[in-house]
């Protein structure tokens, strides 16, 4: 079955880095465009970050533009996503996921991972 499993979350100063991978199991990875999203404390889910199947288009939402990086690895099945320039309303469960349709960037998911926690705090 399909398996997200995020990882590399942690507690970080304002101006820091992470670097969050998710390891994807379950499915053909490279046939499917892959997202980051987010839940603030409190708040509902927000899109991060896309990447198309192969990797050269990349799309950020506006708040983390210019400071998150998202790449994938699709021989080791592997999304990541790196982040720089941290800010306090970055402190979020982190979570990846697939597209609902191979070849296609829907923005609708079918499945995500647990998430891993995200805090930005001095």
């Known amino acids: 079955q399909v398996q997200l499993v995020e990882s590399g979350g942690g507690s970080v100063q304002p101006g820091g880095s992470l670097s969050l991978s998710c390891a994807a199991s379950?499915?053909?990875?490279?046939?499917?465009?892959m997202y980051w999203v987010r839940q603030p404390p409190g708040k509902g889910l927000e899109w991060v970050s896309a990447?198309?199947?192969?990797?050269?288009?990349?799309y950020y939402a506006d708040s983390v533009k210019c400071r998150f990086t998202i790449s994938r690895d699709n021989a080791k099945n592997t999304l990541y996503l790196q982040m720089n320039s941290l800010k306090s309303e970055d402190t979020a469960i982190y979570s990846c996921?697939?597209?609902?349709?191979?070849?296609?960037?829907?923005?609708?998911?079918?499945?995500w991972g647990q998430g891993t926690q995200v805090t930005v705090s001095s």
């Open positions: 379950g499915f053909t990875f490279s046939n499917y465009c």
């Open positions: 990447i198309s199947t192969a990797g050269g288009s990349t």
């Open positions: 996921a697939k597209d609902s349709r191979p070849g296609l960037q829907t923005s609708k998911y079918d499945y």
